[in-house]
């Protein structure tokens, strides 16, 4: 079952950042958060993953709150492209067994 | 690297008729999942295999559904017999599951019309 938060939707200019949040406040000690997106109609993509420091790659960056209860992807140039459904999840790297929410669909406006 | 391959990419078949959907991984990934994805109930995991050996099927919604690995590099999902309902995007997704595994590789998804 889903153990995070995330709002529904979200708009964002294209060009300008990205800041999507996630709330996990049962995550547990040993809990990743991994974020994947969905573009329409294609199988969800890995984006990035954490555990307690702030994380970035070339697709974006992954700030994880001290208390470890929050997260938030950070894209940091949003296109056109990046328009599609964000699923922010917890799990554990071993067992990666992991459970998706509802997401939060990012349009990015021209 | 082909990524994970999932065939058919569509099926349409009709009420009753048994429908096999088939899936590739990535060479060297050790563990496989099904998943299933409609406007209503979003990305459900029906099943997971780890080096070939079902672990949790508990997400299977009904005995209609079955779901083999015979080798690490081939599954079936298989629907018998298929039902309206049934209609879905079906995807599989690998991953190396392990102190290096980073997370899932899903395919292209099979999407099952069932009429």
């Known amino acids: 079952d889903a153990k995070t938060t995330q709002p529904p939707s979200m708009d964002c200019a294209e060009g300008r950042a990205a800041n999507l949040p996630c709330n996990h406040s049962?995550?547990?000690?040993?809990?990743?958060v991994y974020w994947y997106r969905q573009i329409h109609s294609q199988g969800p993509q890995y984006i990035i993953h954490?555990?307690?420091n702030n994380e970035t790659n070339e697709m974006a960056s992954l700030i994880i709150t001290e208390d470890r209860k929050s997260s938030t992807l950070i894209l940091p140039h949003a296109t056109l492209r990046d328009t599609a459904v964000y699923y922010c999840i917890v799990g554990y790297k071993a067992g990666n067994q992991f459970y998706f929410g509802t997401g939060t669909s990012l349009t990015v406006i021209p | 690297d082909a990524g994970v391959i999932q065939s058919p990419r569509h099926e349409v078949t009709e009420m009753g008729q048994e429908v096999t959907l088939r899936c590739k991984p990535i060479?060297?990934?050790?563990?496989l999942f099904w998943y299933r994805q409609t406007m209503m109930r979003g990305l459900e995991l029906l099943i997971y295999?780890?080096?070939?050996?079902?672990?949790?099927d508990s997400g299977m919604p009904e005995d209609r559904f079955s779901a083999k690995m015979p080798n690490a590099s081939f599954s079936t999902l298989k629907i018998q017999p298929s039902e309206p309902r049934d209609s879905a995007v079906y995807f599989c997704?690998?991953?190396?599951?392990?102190?290096?595994?980073?997370?899932?590789?899903f395919g292209s998804g099979t999407r099952l019309t069932v009429v």
């Open positions: 954490g555990l307690k």
């Open positions: 049962t995550i547990s000690g040993n809990e990743y």
């Open positions: 997704a690998s991953s190396f599951t392990g102190p290096l595994g980073y997370g899932y590789t």
């Open positions: 295999f780890n080096n070939n050996v079902p672990i949790d």
């Open positions: 060479s060297g990934h050790n563990s």
